[in-house]
């Protein structure tokens, strides 16, 4: 995610709101969609053409080059007709006042709080160099039935990881070509080949995931950007942020006149522990941990915290941390499969690093990493799940009759083709063509989680110019569509002052899936996350500057 609190507050549930104007998920009408031509991007681009221009759309994508000013000109238009619950502009700076003081207030009582990345001591020691978390002051409005849609597939997508992570031949060969040209994919393939060549079982399967959604502001389609299943953060804070908000309606109901009721409960970090715990009562040894394996450096881990917390308090269940060194350090793997890190025996292994190549640093990470995938522990998530929500999976996934090859049920097949994108590998020339002639309606998104990773706007042509030059380095990229999501107007607020912005969201829904053998025990929507940022910026995540923790307001 670049910059922000610090490198280790990016994590892959901070991917957020980095693809504005140009992750765009497509809709993929189930009426045809067998009959999808998936070469052609010209289908899923023509909703989001500025309807009152005379640029037809061509049966060919090539015929007619739509220019980048026609999508500027229409995300004006969207920003002119876009109105919030609230108008920032229309508060009284007096009231504005007593929001911030009272928000400021909550936070710092209620812990709602990141390490201030200006303290050294605030990535590694509690209670040093605290900051409020950056939040929005009012909630962002969202459409009742978009909520409903996204918390009714999040079971769906749960299911479809679990069933694509049993699938070690898929995995495998669908990344083949990208683990030549992608070290770190390349790696954690090469640990995954180790558990098949083993035949390494993993009777308990564990899934703390995140769907990410834009809404569509030309087509009023909820959008998939991409589905966490790794280090799915922000359950402990994103929790919070609903009561703060739900707090300042109820005590200003009379001057803001919104509804608290609106906002919509968000239990997240109490169903995350409650996975955890389940997960860790199926293991059977109740001397054993649950160890978060988390950077070395993080300031994000009050809500590591708060997790922690629920563990302990509603469930007795003890935690530990521990970075991936200290685990190659003083790990050890016992004959029957049990890991001990510290003399400690680990039940279920939560990764909050891992996702990136930049928390290997050295060969110890990687060892460290096969250590725990050759345990009996349960692993959230197993290397089979963190592949699953790799972008080239999604990617495949997206194509003719591969989610048939799944699930089953044709119902639920539509109902997740309904918010799919329009996802492309770098072999089909033909959208390659039409994203260096009109850039701006692409997105290139390379394997990576965390954000800051992905190429916008001109850069997209130049990269896939450079690319088509050198003749490699294609299959570590993917292609998705340019999103045209609603603009609006939102206070946030970072170290202690408000600032009215023009804004955009990101919403993801959380999903917990437990599986021991063949009885699925947990599987469910389990809270969600909102972030918001300035809407100018192509860049995302909370912790480097652009977004802040948000709630939704049910519209």
Same mark, same amino acid.
């Given at each position: ?37 998936? @070469? ?14 005379? #640029? ?13 000013? @026609? ?19 229309? #508060? ?63 079971? #769906? ?124 009562? !199926? ?42 060194? !200290? ?68 990617? !495949? ?21 309904? @918010? ?62 340019? #999103? ?16 009215? !912005? ?54």
């Amino acid at each position: 995610m670049g910059s922000g609190y610090s490198s280790s507050f990016s994590q892959s549930s901070s991917t957020c709101l980095t693809h504005y104007c140009a992750t765009a998920p497509f809709q993929l009408q189930e009426s045809h969609s067998n009959s999808l031509n998936f @070469c052609s991007a010209t289908r899923f681009l023509e909703p989001h053409l500025h309807k009152s221009s005379k #640029i037809l759309i061509p049966k060919s994508p090539f015929s007619a080059i739509l220019p980048l000013k @026609c999508a500027k000109k229409m995300q004006t238009q969207v920003e002119d007709s876009v109105k919030p619950i609230v108008d920032p502009h229309d #508060i009284d700076p007096k009231l504005l006042q007593k929001l911030s003081y009272d928000a400021l207030v909550f936070c710092s009582l209620r812990g709602l709080v990141v390490g201030d990345r200006n303290s050294e001591k605030s990535g590694t020691v509690p209670g040093v160099g605290m900051v409020h978390a950056p939040v929005a002051l009012l909630p962002m409005s969202f459409p009742e039935s978009q909520w409903k849609q996204a918390c009714e597939v999040a079971p #769906i997508f749960n299911e479809l990881v679990d069933r694509v992570s049993q699938d070690g031949e898929f995995l495998q060969q669908s990344l083949s070509r990208t683990k030549k040209v992608d070290p770190f994919t390349s790696r954690l393939l090469e640990i995954h080949s180790k558990m098949l060549k083993i035949n390494k079982k993993e009777e308990i399967r564990l899934g703390l995931h995140r769907s990410d959604y834009m809404l569509d502001e030309q087509t009023k389609l909820l959008l998939q950007i991409e589905l966490n299943t790794i280090s799915s953060s922000f359950s402990g804070l994103g929790c919070l942020v609903s009561e703060l908000h739900r707090s300042l309606l109820h005590q200003y109901r009379e001057r803001i006149a919104l509804n608290p009721n609106k906002i919509p409960t968000n239990n997240s970090v109490n169903q995350f522990a409650e996975a955890l715990a389940k997960a860790w009562n !199926e293991y059977g040894d109740p001397r054993a941990v649950v160890m978060f394996v988390v950077q070395a450096e993080e300031r994000n881990m009050y809500d590591q915290h708060w997790l922690s917390a629920s563990l302990r308090e509603k469930h007795q269940v003890t935690t530990t941390r521990k970075t991936l060194a !200290e685990i190659d350090a003083h790990g050890e793997l016992l004959e029957d499969g049990t890991l001990v890190v510290d003399g400690e025996a680990v039940a279920v292994i939560y990764f909050r690093a891992g996702y990136a190549p930049s928390d290997y640093h050295a060969e110890s990470e990687w060892s460290a990493r096969l250590l725990m995938e050759q345990s009996r522990a349960v692993k959230c998530p197993s290397i089979s799940y963190h592949l699953a929500g790799t972008k080239k999976i999604q990617q !495949e996934l997206a194509k003719p009759n591969v989610l048939e090859r799944f699930l089953e049920n044709k119902e639920a097949i539509a109902k997740l083709r309904k @918010c799919f994108a329009g996802l492309w590998s770098l072999d089909e020339s033909n959208t390659v063509k039409d994203a260096i002639e009109r850039p701006g309606l692409y997105v290139m998104k390379p394997q990576r989680e965390g954000g800051g990773n992905n190429i916008y706007g001109e850069d997209v042509r130049e990269a896939l110019l450079k690319l088509q030059k050198e003749g490699t380095g294609s299959d570590a990229f993917i292609l998705m569509q340019r #999103i045209f999501p609603t603009v609006s107007h939102s206070i946030l607020m970072r170290e202690g002052i408000p600032h009215k !912005e023009q804004t955009i969201s990101e919403l993801g829904i959380y999903g917990t899936y437990l599986r021991n053998k063949t009885e699925v025990l947990i599987n469910q929507q389990a809270g969600y996350l909102m972030r918001t940022k300035v809407s100018s910026s192509n860049e995302g995540g909370v912790a480097a500057g652009f977004a802040v923790l948000d709630s939704i307001y049910l519209v």
